[in-house]
């Protein structure tokens, strides 16, 4: 069986992305779907490279029993030809990952998280990382509510 590959990208990956990522491993373990999938998170820039989150991402995700083992990285072209979704934070995120290769056809299928937003379906993960905690709960129940949405997409996809 071959695994999904899902990639969840911001802009520094220390704060949306690695808690998206956090939050969908955790969802899909419940489901006890684990084996079926490759999981992980990176970032458009360079700022946070082998940094731990954000103190407030992981106190948000502690909080509610999800913990976060990742190091920042970056997003790189050849993302688009090892990943079968790559899961936009923003807008601008997304524009950048498309800019990474755009004369050449790649497997990735690259969309916004809050595409999967039944509440507000379309509209950008905002960044938390200069406001307060309060920010990071909520883009903690935004990235909630899409994980269950994306995750009943990519089951439909792969009939699993």
């Keep these: ?13 220390i704060c949306r992305s690695p808690m998206a990522e956090g939050i ?52 790189f072209s050849n993302h688009l030809f090892e990943q079968d979704y790559i899961i936009a934070m923003d807008a601008s995120n997304f524009e950048n990952i498309e800019k990474l290769y755009t004369s050449v056809k790649h497997p990735a299928k690259i969309v916004l998280m809050r595409d999967f937003d039944p509440l507000f379906k379309g509209h950008d993960v905002p960044d ?14 935004m990235l909630m509510r899409s994980t269950f949405e994306l995750l009943q997409y990519i089951r439909t996809e792969h009939s699993i």
């Design 24 to 75: 969908f491993k955790k969802v899909v373990e419940q489901e006890g779907l684990s084996a079926y999938f490759n999981i992980d998170s990176a970032g458009t820039s360079n700022y946070h490279i082998d940094k731990n989150p954000d103190p407030r991402t992981i106190s948000t995700c502690e909080k509610n029993g999800i913990l976060i083992n990742h190091k920042g990285k970056q997003i």
């Design 1 to 13: 069986m071959n695994q999904i590959n899902v990639l969840f990208v911001c802009l520094g990956n």
């Design 128 to 141: 938390p990382y200069y406001g307060g905690i309060d920010g990071f709960s909520e883009v903690f129940d």
